[in-house]
Every structure is written in C-alpha cells, then in structure tokens.
C-alpha cells in the first residue's frame, strides 16, 4: 500500500473565548487520504469541515490556532513549515479551490493572465507555451469560447463561469494532491456533472488526492471513495462511500439524507431539527444526544468513542445497530398550492443586454450588440405562487432577477408589478417598491457588510421600513434569526466570522425583515447544508402560505426546485425553451434541453450515473438565427432549426414548448428517456 499523501493526526483546532476559555472547533481529528484517492467530508456548517481542509494545507483562519496533533502533506508536517516552504507547496503540489472564487480571482487581471501566472509559478512552463495551457484548462473546465474567456475580466463572467476559472487555476500546477471547499457550489447540473467526470480523471490518470468538502451529497457519491461524516468538529462516522450513504450507521448521517429533495419526489424534504452545539458547549457524552431519536441517558453521560464495524466503516455512536433503523429517505408532504389569480408580476417581451453602446455607436444610432443576453422573455407570475427558473450558468436566471429588482436596465420589454410600470432602475422606484421586492443574492459576500455585526445588518430594514428601535429592535433581530436556524449569540459576529451556510442564512434574514411581496431568490440554498437547505425550504414555503409571499425561483438544484416550486421555466441562453406546471415539466420534459438537464442531476447513490453526452459543448452566445439549442440539440430536425425561430406548442395546463417539434412528436421521443 502507498504512503499517505495526506495524514491528519490527532489534530486539534481551536479559539479562546470571550472568558478566556479554550473553545474547539476541531476534536482529535485522525484521517489519512492515498494517492489516487478521494476523501468526501460532508456534515453541516460549522461542523469543521473547511477548517479542516485548509488545515491540512498548513493554514488556519484568523483567531484559530493549533491545540494539538499534525498535519503532514507527503511525510512532511505543514505546520512546522516556513512560510517560504510553505508557499512553495500551496497552489503547485497541494492547490486548494474556494467555496468563493472571488477568493481567487483578481478583479483587475484578465482569466488568461491569472492563469499565465500560476504556470509561471507552479509548473515551470516557458513563457510562449502559456497561451496554448491556459486555453486547453479553461476547455477542459468546460467554459464556452476559450479564446473569449481568455481576454475577460471576473466580472464579466458568469458566477459558474467565475468558479469553472478558479478550477482550472488549480489545476494549472498538476497538483498531486486537491483540496476542494465546494468546488461545484456555483455550477449549473451539466457543468457539474462534465468536471467531476474531469476531476476523477485526473486523480486516476495522475494518481492525484483529493479532499472534497461539499453539502452536496450527491457530488461526494460520484466523486469520492471514501467519506467522513462531521458534526461539532468530531469525525462521527467513516467509511467507504456506498455504505455510508446506502446503509450509514449514525443517526445524524442518516438525518441528513432524509433531509435531501429527491427528484423522482415532488414532496419538501425534512428538516433536521434542533441545532449543532456551539464551540465548547457540546458537554461531555454525544455531541449529537439532543438531537437524536434514538439517545440515552448514556448518550448523555458518555462520549462515544469511533469504533470500527465489521462493515469496515468507523462510528462514533453506542447504538449503531439500532441508528440503522432509522429512514434516510425524507417523508414530507407536498408544498400547497396557494397560488391566487392577481399577477404581482408580469414580464412583457423582456430583452436584457450587457453591452453598452460606444460613443461611436451612438452617434450612428446603432446598438452595440446584435444578439441580447436575453431575448423576449414573457412571464406572469401570480400571488401566493412560487415560480422556478432553471437553466445552466450563463442562461440569463440572475440577469431576469438582478432586472426586475432594478439592478440592471432592460433592453427593451416591460416589468409590471401589480398594476403599475415599474422604472427599469432602482433609484427611480419609492420606498415602498424598495421594501415589496427583495433580492437574495448567490454570494452572500456580495450583500453583507463586512465591517458590520449581524446585528447592524438585520437593523437596516428594520429601522427604515418599520421605525422600530431599542428592545423591539432586538426582539425582532433575534425572532428573525430563529427563523433560519440561528441563535442570539450570532448578533454580534462580523460575516467574516461566520461560515459560507451562515452567511447565505443572514443573507435571507435581511430579506424577509422586510417582509416582501416578492422574493428574488438567486441560488440562495446554494451554499447551505442539506438540513439547514430543508429548514429554508420550509420556511419559504411557511411564508408563501401564511402571508402570501411570491417567488421567483432560480436553482441549479433541480430537485430544490421541485420541491418548491408551482411552476417551472426553462431558459436556454436568455431564451424561454420550455414553461409548465413543475410536475408536468419534470415528469416527461417536452423539450430536449429539458431533458439534458434532468438527465445530469446527481443523485445521493454511487450506483446511479448522470446520462451525459460526451461532445455536448456549452456556448457563449446563442446564434443569431434560428433555435437557440439548435448546435447541442440531440434531436435536430435540420435546417428549419437554423434558419427559423420557432413556434410555441401549447399543451395542456399552460404547459408550453418552443421547438419545432410539436408536443405529440415530442412526448414519443421522449418518453423512453424521460425522469
């Protein structure tokens, strides 16, 4: 057997308390990862699972520090190093992908610089080879237009786009080992799907390691050998990757997977109830007794040691045996259709574009660009009713939402909210417009301050739309958190002391204390563990109950949208493909494109595969005549394809196709591949 090429010994993480006291975020951490190998740690926000990754890099946020143990990378111990040393090693033979891009993106460098850079630095390549290795990385990661994305700045590219980049960064070094903190977070279902298949290439083809921090359990079972399960910094259950997410022998694993939407299962997913301890406060038995339906008063009294099953699995629990009675499959019960016949928003010919017109542009009175990002886009969502927006990363779903909330001007088209017009641009809307419509952005870091508490960020809206202050104020702050599963104590955090699921949950806090009408949500579950997404999930689906609440949804998550949602519109490069009732759309896809997508969701079982093709190509722009799928389409039917735009096929339901196929040849084709 192979010298580990990662090995975690013992390690030990942790801070020092308001009272001086020793908190732990990581307990007495043993793991080891072989070349070749894949490690999945999956487990809830702040269990520790990115304090781990990075400490095995040698790194630890601020205010943390090593209590105890090791971390070695290639039979060396990372802390013991220089940071000369360790510079020499991080980004080239150990890279690390961010959660966050932006964390590894520079705003003022062009894609092909910053990857330029780090073959200059990692892999040693001559100065006129850079160019043809950037090229060939960024096709690899499946970004459209190589030679486009070369000369483009961050900002002008997608979120996916963004992170499909900060992917080939890392692997610009031919690193031997990969830590990847939610590497795919940002990815609509294809992309994911085609880099995971890349990922598991290259670490059998390069005999690479891999540590994969995800909350998406289905990732970790088509990428990964092996698991560790974390909760409340302990490693509580280990094992090969069927058996601990087939047959998990902890409760809290199995917990997890009920909280999972399911595609084949229109029905909300069940929360996980109760919370994770706080650092310090998990007492002196099971860290996971008072959220558990199987505990003891031995659970309470004892700590669980991990012990090896005769599966060849590792669990931290006394009653192993009983933990696999449990269901791992979630047994909720449908969102209600509270729909109301009064559209709260109607979308009237649509067209968004991007590029501005030059002063030369418009002294000739031309317009700058003469395919718009998106394109006559008609919607009406009514009251009460949750509309999804689905589509891969570049399909205009943030661009229609960042345009209705006035954050970008249309091209062309109309936005009515109720009855009245509202202005393109959010300067010219009243206060009142202002508080009804509320967007929650993808990155959280794009909306939370980072020089405010928590509790300053949740007192804006509070103070400007309501007038409230002094106890009321904290009150409702703290009301406000319980609704997304986070305590009092969060009040006086900065973002930057907060994990990626935290934030994304303040992040949804500020939006509803506005209590909206509308709710934009751009990938808001995104960054959140499976329990805490199901806790969210029904919280939307409370309020949209309760008070009315509208949304629109928009999800890479195709099983997420599912759940929640009434409706379901399909875009494909700023253009509307397919639109209908969620179970109509899901349960037989009348468009092809549809039905690429449905085919590469991945499901929480190593047994079953993605249906990918292996030369489906993304684009960056759609052609300027004709279907706008017509160059990935497996079903062409030849020139009227590239030549006309085509027609809408209305079905029943207000199910509507555009495809020159009509909806009776469509539904024959189909059928034999449908989800």
């Known amino acids: 057997m192979s010298a580990p090429m990662i090995e975690i010994a013992g390690l030990s993480v942790g801070f020092t308390g308001?009272?001086?006291?020793?908190?732990?975020?990581?307990?007495?951490?043993?793991?080891?990862?072989?070349?070749?190998?894949?490690?999945?740690?999956?487990?809830?926000?702040?269990?520790?699972?990115?304090?781990?990754?990075?400490?095995?890099?040698?790194?630890?946020?601020?205010?943390l520090r090593r209590l105890g143990g090791s971390a070695r990378f290639r039979g060396e111990d990372m802390f013991a190093k220089s940071r000369t040393e360790l510079e020499a090693?991080?980004?080239?033979?150990?890279?690390?992908?961010?959660?966050?891009?932006?964390?590894?993106?520079?705003?003022t460098l062009r894609i092909g610089a910053q990857l330029g850079e780090a073959l200059r630095l990692h892999a040693g390549l001559p100065a006129d080879q850079h160019r043809g290795r950037v090229l060939d990385l960024l096709g690899q990661v499946r970004l459209p237009d190589p030679e486009a994305i070369f000369d483009r700045f961050p900002h002008?590219?997608?979120?996916?786009?963004?992170?499909?980049?900060?992917?080939?960064?890392?692997?610009?070094?031919?690193?031997?080992?990969?830590l990847l903190d939610e590497p795919t977070t940002g990815l609509d279902v294809t992309t994911q799907a085609h880099i995971l298949e890349l990922l598991r290439?290259?670490?059998?083809?390069?005999?690479?390691?891999?540590?994969?921090?995800?909350?998406?359990?289905g990732a970790i079972a088509r990428v990964c050998d092996r698991v560790a399960v974390m909760y409340a910094g302990e490693i509580v259950l280990q094992g090969s990757v069927r058996q601990v997410l087939k047959a998990p022998a902890h409760p809290y694993a199995r917990g997890l997977l009920a909280s999972i939407p399911r595609l084949s299962d229109p029905a909300l997913p069940v929360a996980l109830g109760g919370r994770p301890p706080a650092p310090g406060q998990a007492g002196a038995g099971c860290a996971f007794v008072d959220r558990c339906a199987i505990a003891e008063p031995?659970?309470?009294?004892?700590?669980?040691?991990?012990?090896p099953l005769p599966t060849g699995d590792a669990v931290r629990c006394h009653f192993p045996d009983r933990a696999q009675?449990?269901?791992?499959?979630?047994?909720?019960?449908?969102?209600?259709?509270?729909?109301?016949?009064?559209?709260?928003?109607?979308l009237n010919d649509l067209s968004i574009s991007y590029a501005r017109p030059g002063l030369f542009d418009r002294l000739l009175g031309r317009d700058?660009?003469?395919?718009?990002?998106?394109?006559?886009?008609?919607?009406?969502?009514?009251?009460?009713?949750?509309?999804?927006?689905?589509?891969?990363?570049?399909?205009?779903?943030?661009?229609?939402?960042?345009?209705?909330?006035?954050?970008?001007?249309?091209a062309g088209g109309e936005i009515r909210f109720e009855d009245t017009l509202l202005p393109r641009v959010v300067e010219r809307r009243s206060p009142d417009q202002l508080?009804?419509?509320?967007?929650?952005?993808?990155?959280?870091?794009?909306?939370?301050?980072?020089?405010?508490?928590?509790?300053?960020?949740?007192?804006?809206?509070?103070?400007?739309?309501f007038g409230l202050s002094g106890q009321a104020l904290h009150d409702r702050s703290v009301a406000i958190l319980d609704r997304v599963r986070l305590g009092a104590h969060y009040l006086d955090r900065l973002p930057g002391q907060l994990s990626g699921g935290e934030k994304q949950r303040v992040a949804i806090a500020r939006a509803f204390a506005a209590e909206p009408d509308l709710v934009l949500c751009d990938e808001v579950t995104s960054a959140l563990d499976v329990s805490v997404q199901a806790a969210v999930l029904d919280l939307l689906d409370d309020l949209k109950r309760s008070q009315g609440t509208t949304y629109i949804f928009v999800s890479h998550d195709l099983a997420v949208v599912r759940a929640l949602s009434d409706r379901v519109a399909v875009l494909y490069q700023g253009r509307l493909c397919e639109i209908g009732p969620s179970a109509r759309v899901y349960g037989l896809p009348s468009h092809p494109y549809t039905e690429v997508l449905l085919g590469a969701v991945l499901e929480p079982d190593p047994d079953i595969a993605p249906r990918l093709t292996a030369d489906d190509v993304v684009e960056l722009a759609p052609p300027a005549r004709g279907c706008a799928f017509q160059r990935r389409c497996p079903r062409k039917l030849g020139s009227i394809c590239e030549t006309d735009t085509p027609p809408w096929r209305m079905g029943d339901g207000g199910h509507a196709v555009r495809c020159h196929i009509d909806l009776p040849d469509l539904a024959a084709v189909l059928e034999p591949s449908a989800g």
């Open 201 to 217: 290439d290259l670490a059998a083809a390069r005999g690479m390691a891999m540590v994969y921090v995800s909350h998406d359990l």
């Open 18 to 63: 308001r009272g001086g006291a020793t908190l732990p975020v990581l307990r007495d951490i043993d793991l080891t990862v072989r070349p070749g190998e894949s490690l999945g740690l999956v487990g809830e926000s702040g269990s520790g699972k990115s304090t781990l990754a990075l400490a095995a890099m040698g790194y630890l946020k601020r205010g």
């Open 156 to 178: 002008e590219l997608s979120g996916g786009q963004q992170q499909r980049a900060a992917i080939a960064m890392a692997l610009a070094g031919a690193p031997d080992a990969l």
């Open 435 to 465: 508080r009804r419509i509320q967007l929650v952005f993808q990155n959280p870091d794009d909306s939370l301050n980072p020089r405010q508490t928590v509790a300053e960020i949740l007192e804006q809206p509070l103070k400007l739309y």
């Open 89 to 107: 090693v991080r980004g080239g033979k150990l890279a690390l992908i961010p959660q966050n891009s932006g964390q590894s993106l520079t705003p």
């Open 368 to 410: 700058a660009a003469a395919v718009p990002t998106v394109a006559d886009v008609s919607l009406t969502v009514r009251r009460g009713e949750t509309l999804g927006l689905v589509g891969e990363s570049g399909s205009g779903k943030s661009t229609i939402l960042k345009t209705v909330a006035g954050l970008l001007g249309a």
């Open 325 to 346: 009675m449990l269901p791992i499959a979630g047994q909720g019960s449908a969102s209600d259709d509270t729909r109301g016949d009064a559209p709260v928003l109607t």
């Open 298 to 307: 031995r659970c309470r009294g004892e700590h669980p040691a991990l012990a």
